[in-house]
């Protein structure tokens, strides 16, 4: 059974810098083909896509955010850790991390982990 | 301001069908990207309904089903239930921005 849990602050101050740990359950992401990825989602809007790393560490991001933007994974600890700079009121969203078996065009994503509320505010 | 366009919202009785369209271009939908569609029920994380345009994940009720069409998408809810009241996401690839894109979301509401 594949499951994914995000764990971080649900607070930050504007300008600081978010790091958000996703744990992975049920596979590994040494596994070929396997990616984790992260969406967000701010009260009552969309869903925004983030990014994401592969188990060959190639690494995707979304074109508007990525200069704020770092995945990384640790195989040992089945995890993945988003981390997000410079953050702003803007950034408030519910955070999920999610798993995928498909590439580029073919990319669905086919498991979601629960989502963490992060809260940008002085 | 969402690279896809779906409607804000549908609206349907028990036991009708509705159709939740998916618009996009020449670089994402028109440039053979799949489309997935998933749906997000109040208070919950998405789920995925649809992948590859059209197939269906074990689990998920054959009253759901997905099409394509050159730059659009569509998904198609037959014998509407109470439950399936939820938003609606559809999903591509873009060519152009390399970047994985949603839609804006459809609130659908069960009359």
């Known amino acids: 059974q594949i499951t994914l849990k995000e764990s971080g602050p649900t607070l930050v101050k504007p300008t600081q810098t978010l790091t958000l740990t996703c744990t992975l359950s049920g596979f590994s992401l040494s596994t070929s083909g396997v990616g984790v990825g992260w969406i967000r989602q701010p009260p009552g809007k969309a869903l925004e896509w983030l990014g994401l790393?592969?188990?060959?560490?190639?690494?995707r991001y979304s074109p508007s955010l990525q200069s704020r933007l770092t995945i990384t994974k640790d195989t040992s600890k089945n995890q993945v850790v988003l981390t997000m700079i410079n953050m702003d009121p803007v950034d408030t969203a519910t955070y999920y991390c999610?798993?995928?078996?498909?590439?580029?065009?073919?990319?669905?994503?086919?498991?979601w982990g629960q989502g963490t509320l992060v809260t940008v505010s002085s | 301001q969402s690279v896809l366009t779906q409607p804000p919202s549908v609206s349907g009785a028990p036991g009708q069908r509705v159709t939740i369209s998916c618009t996009g271009s020449?670089?994402?939908?028109?440039?053979?990207?799949?489309v997935s569609w998933y749906q997000q029920l109040p208070g919950a994380a998405p789920k995925l309904l649809i992948y590859g345009n059209v197939n269906r994940p074990s689990g998920v009720p054959d009253r759901f089903s997905g099409s394509k069409s050159r730059t659009s998408a569509s998904l198609a809810i037959t014998g509407l239930q109470a439950e399936d009241e939820a938003d609606y996401y559809c999903?591509?690839?873009?060519?152009?921005?390399?970047?994985?894109?949603f839609g804006g979301g459809t609130k659908l509401t069960v009359l």
């Open positions: 790393i592969y188990w060959d560490d190639d690494m």
């Open positions: 020449s670089s994402n939908i028109g440039a053979a990207s799949a």
């Open positions: 999903q591509s690839y873009d060519s152009s921005l390399s970047s994985v894109v």
């Open positions: 999610a798993y995928t078996s498909a590439v580029g065009p073919m990319l669905s994503i086919d498991y």
